[in-house]
């Protein structure tokens, strides 16, 4: 994804100062409590969502007092959410190192989530009261998804639609906020920050959706984790939900249903469930759907001002879709 020089070094210099404060952020005079925080933002990861708050800054002022503090909050609120996650998951591993669940215990895990949430809501009140409605309103569509998602579809609802509307909630909903927290403030004019906000929406259902399609379709050394490992953990994903609602043909069609209803712990059954799931044309209309999240994010992107950071969003649909082969 190219990104040009200029802004590229701003927002490298920018995650810096995110950086410095997350770390500040999660500091307590309990030292068990700053050792179990630092546990998951020592572990690293993309950063995507500050990244974001940092771009979308730049259709203002990127230097605008609130903004790095906005990248921490939105950072500390999926930070705690991943432990949360892991308890709830029973997951002993993140970010390749013991979860803090396992390292500690759940309740250890559980009150340090409850931490982070606290130390970005410290963060927000100095942002003003409409951040903090942003984030209140975010905060309820992330439990609403976990929500949704751990009981399931009623009977008389569409699996699928059910499915996206957890992927908007639960995964959408934070990455739309990071992109109106820049533009926000960064104090670009309300039309713009409705337009980033929305993209951005877009944009995080569009990510999940290629993580789905990457689960099933890349080798290991692509996707940095084990193929199928949703298969194996019976999380129905876009093309399986697809699959099982007759999207396509194929002969196989009977026995990969079958498959999919089934526990896929064994690794005979694991492994022709994912070669039927990698052949069936359930995967091509995933990328179609996919392609279509991305090209609806950019269609609205393209009526914001040609400077470069609607290049940089831009690109980031392009990437979206690529990175599914």
């Known amino acids: 994804m190219a990104v040009d020089d200029g802004l590229a070094a701003d927002v490298q210099e920018r995650l810096a100062a995110v950086e410095s404060l997350l770390l500040e952020s999660v500091h307590s005079e309990d030292p068990l409590l700053t050792q179990a925080s630092k546990h998951l933002v020592e572990a690293g990861g993309k950063r995507f969502r500050p990244m974001l708050v940092l771009l979308a800054s730049h259709f203002g002022d990127p230097a605008a007092a609130g903004v790095v503090p906005a990248a921490v909050v939105v950072e500390l609120t999926h930070l705690a959410t991943l432990y949360h996650d892991d308890v709830m ?82 995964t959408a909903s934070l990455i739309a906020v990071s992109g109106q927290f820049g533009a926000l403030l960064g104090g670009a004019p309300s039309h713009v920050v409705d337009t980033i906000t929305s993209a951005c929406e877009k944009i995080g259902v ?25 298969l194996r953990e019976g999380i129905r994903t876009l093309p399986m939900h697809l699959v099982l609602a007759g999207a396509g043909s194929g002969p196989d069609d009977a026995r990969l249903r079958e498959l999919l209803t089934q526990d896929l712990t064994d690794d005979t059954l694991h492994a022709e469930a994912l070669a039927l799931l990698r052949a069936h044309p359930a995967m091509d209309r995933a990328r179609t ?9 950019r269609a609205e992107l393209e009526t914001l001002p040609d400077i470069p950071v609607r290049a940089a969003f831009t690109g980031l649909c392009d990437y979206v879709v690529s990175r599914t082969g």
């Open 289 to 297: 759907d996919l392609r279509r999240w991305a090209e609806d994010a």
């Open 206 to 230: 569009a990510f999940q959706l290629s993580d789905d399609i990457l689960d099933i379709a890349s080798d290991a050394e692509q996707s940095g984790k084990t193929p199928g490992t949703d």
């Open 89 to 170: 998951d029973e997951a002993t591993v993140r970010r390749g190192s013991p979860s803090a669940n396992a390292r500690w215990t759940n309740t250890v895990a559980i009150l340090t989530g409850d931490y982070l949430f606290a130390r970005a809501s410290d963060l927000l009140a100095d942002l003003g009261p409409e951040a903090v409605r942003i984030q209140a309103r975010a905060f309820a569509r992330l439990v609403r998804g976990q929500i949704q998602e751990t009981v399931g579809p009623t009977p008389d609802a569409d699996p699928l639609k059910h499915y996206l509307q957890v992927v908007a909630d639960k």
